[in-house]
């Protein structure tokens, strides 16, 4: 399974604004679409439907951008990609209205996908944006490796700090 752009940029858009909760300015759309080299004009129907779902707190004109609606622990993954996904049929037989497969009858292949469907998605479903933007243990330095954490930076690649 593969998730469609628009999941993906959803996403990202949610991960830049939990990983920005700190300042004080909002976050714009210009800064998310640079940042990733995104359109910014596909963003803002992105952040749009973020905003209609309750997820964002959008604010227009100067000194305006987007935040969190709530905080990102309480943002599930599971609920974002059902919600962004349009289309979970694996194969042609899980609709039954456009399925043509003259297996149907004795395959178990729509029973397999099913189930790994619903693991896929209990895996999400376990998740929050926060977990993808919390900060982890730095990969093994010695003794030094206690002392500091990684953290994500919009725009930029994990970065060592010190904590």
């Not at 129907?45 to 000194?63: E, F, M, Y």
């Not at 609920?79 to 349009?86: D, H, P, S």
Request: net charge positive.
């Amino acid at each position: 399974m593969r998730l469609t752009q628009w999941t993906d940029y959803a996403l990202r858009v949610l991960m830049y604004c939990a990983a920005s909760q700190e300042r004080e300015q909002p976050v714009t759309i210009s800064e998310v679409a640079e940042a990733h080299g995104i359109s910014r004009s596909h963003l803002t129907k992105i952040v749009q439907q973020l905003a209609a779902q309750g997820l964002l707190d959008t604010t227009r004109g100067r000194g305006g951008g987007m935040r969190l609606m709530k905080p990102a622990h309480e943002i599930n993954l599971g609920a974002i990609v059902r919600m962004t996904e349009t289309d979970f049929d694996m194969v042609e037989c899980f609709n039954a209205e456009l399925n043509q497969c003259r297996m149907s009858s004795h395959c178990r292949l729509q029973s397999v996908l099913s189930n790994a469907t619903r693991a896929y998605l209990a895996v999400l479903d376990g998740l929050s944006v926060a977990d993808l933007v919390a900060p982890q243990p730095a990969a093994s330095q010695g003794a030094r490796a206690s002392t500091q954490a990684m953290r994500w930076v919009p725009g930029l690649p994990q970065v060592v700090r010190s904590v």
